[in-house]
């Protein structure tokens, strides 16, 4: 098994990178790495080994450059090098914590989609208040218009990662709509409602409600990459902001609010924690010719490394192949 | 001015509802209220006046009834009856904190859309990060489908809602999108960018993003009736979420984190207290005949209160025949 991994992209690149890389290959002795970006940077960080290849890139990728055009114009950045590594076989998987559109398009036009699969669809793992128990949504931005087939097979698809990677037996897939029944929402997600139902081997459990993603009563939420998109950013800015509030309550309080503040400080770290989204790794690109994970932008070295074991997980599993039997 | 009361919507309701009246009617002897409900029921709660007309009716919208049926074959429930007291021109406007959908369909269908208004909104007012500052945001849900032309009028509604009944000069615009540039997402918010744009009385400041509705950099926030009811039930089940898991923490917590707790204790009310949305009043259905305002399921007397000075607030400032004028 062999990993293409962009060194520059993230926000404490290549550093988090390299550490993520480190600890992986603590626990790790099959893998190879072959990691790109600025050799004389990356020297400094990490030695060549049997399990670590060094590939020289003169170019980065920045978060805001333009998706399509990054793709066609910097040819040698550690992004676009990477994932053309994945297309000409020289590796099985590839991880960018960079741009996120630029790593969809990488995905997309550079390993390219799966024959049948219509659109390639972007899905994290993402936690609930029961402990231990995670969904999957698709599509979360990778295609901003949205057809019904597309839902259908979003629906396919996330159902057979939910089962093989994370090990959910017969996952209760649930429509994100605005109401919970059949006739709620507009004609394409009333039409997908009756679309997922009459596939045979989709648990589908009906539609969901936004405000009952947190309850754990689904395993894979399917919706369009637009809602999918302004949801998932709603979820984090909200979250982001509560806590932003909560500490700014905590430290502009009074004397006694501030020592309360002290003592309560740990059971607000594992507040945090519980939502720590670390451990789920990076968001799947489903629907392309090999594994691609796009890792959060400002992921730790911890981060790094649960998504470095998902790329593994998802090559050792052969999902890709079961997408392509499928199609 | 006469305002036309379902005294049976609402988890609280009819105590909640009567509370919030009386509140009301403390400080405004101008107004006159005509109460639906259940006469014998109402008696017991609140004396009539000549301010208050107690309307007696013998059936009640539930949380589930289907809201084109109820309006239909419940014609004898309070909701419907308040809705069609203002149709016949004995009351200026109408408050119901009950079914949503039925509201929106009462509100619709017997007080009627103003002529040349493609289709009425619903729409809040929601708090931000900076103390004093809030927000409208339309629609949230009165329409699952939409087109090019609503957003544009959506645009111009809440812009005057937000200068006239809130006070706010110029108001910024912006429309709800998944990415801050103006050919983010999909082809309909890529056209409204440019449709709303070219609408010379509105101050349009582009794109805003889910995540960064908190911030209160905008006024008014312009969405499709799918990707705001979304995006708000988001909202409110990741507050509600946050705030669960807190308690929670801090409950099963140690010693010393339960006594923090209680240090505490003032600081996370008064958090609660900044997103408490009862001085906010009701979402308002822009775009009929006559001030409709849905009040929140669970409304205390407070937000009844705040819900009639808002109804009162629309009556008196003339809004219906503003956006009469301009269409």
Partial sequence: MIIAIDAMGGDEAPKSIVDGIERFLKEDSETQIRLFGPQATLEKLITPSSQVTLINTTEVVSGNDE?????????????????????????????????????????????GRIKNVERPALMPTLPTVISGKYYNMLDVGANAEVKLSYLTQFAQMGSIYAADLRGVKNPVVKLLNIGSESHKGDSLHQEAYQKISQISDINFKGNIEPND???????????????GNAVLKTLEGTMKTILYLLKNNLINGSFTTKLGALLVKGSLGSLAQQFNNSQFGGAVLLGVNAPVI??????????????????????KGQTVQKFKDLY
């Fill in 67 to 111: 998706p399509v055009a990054t793709i066609r114009h910097k040819k040698d950045s550690s992004l676009v090098r990477a994932a053309a590594d994945v297309k000409a076989g020289k590796a099985d998987g590839f991880l960018s914590c960079g741009n996120t559109g630029a790593v969809l398009a990488a995905g997309i036009f550079i390993i």
């Fill in 213 to 227: 993603l947190f309850k754990g009563d689904a395993d894979v939420v399917v919706t369009d990459g637009f809602t």
């Fill in 294 to 315: 796009k890792g959060h932008g400002n992921s730790q070295p911890e981060t790094v490394y649960y998504a470095i074991k998902q790329v593994k997980e998802m090559i």
